[in-house]
C-alpha cells in the first residue's frame, strides 16, 4: 500500500487494531529515503505427493536488510478429487483469490485506520471463472488462468456509506497484489534438472 507522506495531519491513535502512528512513522520514513521501499519477499516450495505441495515462507528483503521471522508459515496446495488430486489443500488458483482478499482487507484496516474511521465489519466474497481446457492442453484459444474476478467487500463502521466505499476503492487503487493479477508482469522461470541417481 502507497500513501502520501502526512506530516502535516495530526497525531492519531492506534485504530481497528492498526497501529496508526507507527504505520504513519513509517510512511513518512520511506517518503524520506525511498530505497527503504524496496522489498524483496520469497516463497520456498517442495512436491509431497501427486499434485499436494507446501510451500514454506519466511525470510525477505526490505526496509535496507534482509529479515527473518521467528517462524516460518507453510501453505499446502492440491487439487480437489474431481481434478485427479487428494483434497488436501486449497488448489493454487484459490490461493490467489485469497491474496486478493487479504490485501484489499489490509488496506481496508490501514486506510480506516489513518482515516480515522472505526470499523465493525469487513468480510469478503471472491470468486473466480476458469475455464479448464486451457490447463488440460485441450485448446490453445483458451487462457490457462482466471477468465474474470469477483470481489464483492461488506464493510460496516463509523461512517457514512460513501465514505466506507470509498476506503475501499482507495484499497484497491493501492493493492499490490490487485496490481498484480490485473496488470500482469514478467516472470522467469530457471531449472536445475538433474537425473535420479
Given at each position: 500500500?502507497?500513501?502520501?507522506?502526512?506530516?502535516?495531519?495530526?497525531?492519531?491513535?492506534?485504530?481497528?487494531?492498526?497501529?496508526?502512528?507507527?504505520?504513519?512513522?513509517?510512511?513518512?520514513?520511506?517518503?524520506?529515503?525511498?530505497?527503504?521501499?524496496?522489498?524483496?519477499f520469497r516463497a520456498?516450495?517442495?512436491?509431497?505427493?501427486?499434485?499436494?505441495?507446501?510451500?514454506?515462507?519466511?525470510?525477505?528483503?526490505?526496509?535496507?536488510?534482509?529479515?527473518?521471522?521467528?517462524?516460518?508459515?507453510?501453505?499446502?496446495?492440491?487439487?480437489?478429487?474431481?481434478?485427479?488430486?487428494?483434497?488436501?489443500?486449497?488448489?493454487?488458483?484459490?490461493?490467489?483469490?485469497?491474496?486478493?482478499?487479504?490485501?484489499?482487507?489490509?488496506?481496508?484496516?490501514?486506510?480506516?485506520?489513518?482515516?480515522?474511521?472505526?470499523?465493525?465489519?469487513?468480510?469478503?466474497?471472491?470468486?473466480?471463472?476458469i475455464d479448464l481446457?486451457?490447463?488440460?492442453?485441450?485448446?490453445?484459444?483458451?487462457?490457462?488462468?482466471?477468465?474474470?474476478?469477483?470481489?464483492?467487500?461488506?464493510?460496516?463502521?463509523?461512517?457514512?456509506?460513501?465514505?466506507?466505499?470509498?476506503?475501499v476503492r482507495q484499497?484497491?487503487?493501492?493493492?499490490?497484489?490487485?496490481?498484480?493479477?490485473?496488470?500482469?508482469?514478467?516472470?522467469?522461470?530457471?531449472?536445475?534438472?538433474?537425473?535420479?541417481?
Amino acid at each position: 500500500m502507497t500513501m502520501h507522506p502526512t506530516e502535516s495531519r495530526p497525531a492519531r491513535m492506534p485504530m481497528n487494531g492498526v497501529d496508526t502512528p507507527t504505520l504513519i512513522a513509517t510512511i513518512n520514513a520511506v517518503g524520506a529515503n525511498p530505497p527503504l521501499a524496496r522489498f524483496t519477499f520469497r516463497a520456498a516450495n517442495r512436491w509431497i505427493h501427486g499434485t499436494h505441495s507446501r510451500s514454506a515462507m519466511n525470510g525477505f528483503y526490505g526496509a535496507g536488510a534482509e529479515h527473518q521471522r521467528e517462524r516460518s508459515t507453510f501453505a499446502d496446495g492440491d487439487h480437489p478429487a474431481v481434478l485427479c488430486g487428494k483434497d488436501q489443500a486449497p488448489t493454487p488458483v484459490e490461493w490467489v483469490l485469497h491474496a486478493l482478499a487479504a490485501c484489499l482487507t489490509a488496506g481496508i484496516g490501514n486506510i480506516s485506520a489513518v482515516r480515522g474511521v472505526k470499523l465493525s465489519r469487513v468480510e469478503s466474497e471472491v470468486e473466480g471463472d476458469i475455464d479448464l481446457r486451457g490447463i488440460l492442453g485441450l485448446s490453445n484459444e483458451v487462457r490457462n488462468g482466471f477468465t474474470a474476478i469477483r470481489v464483492r467487500f461488506m464493510v460496516e463502521g463509523d461512517a457514512p456509506r460513501e465514505k466506507l466505499a470509498e476506503i475501499v476503492r482507495q484499497s484497491v487503487a493501492r493493492s499490490a497484489v490487485y496490481d498484480i493479477v490485473t496488470r500482469g508482469l514478467p516472470v522467469t522461470v530457471d531449472v536445475d534438472a538433474e537425473p535420479s541417481a
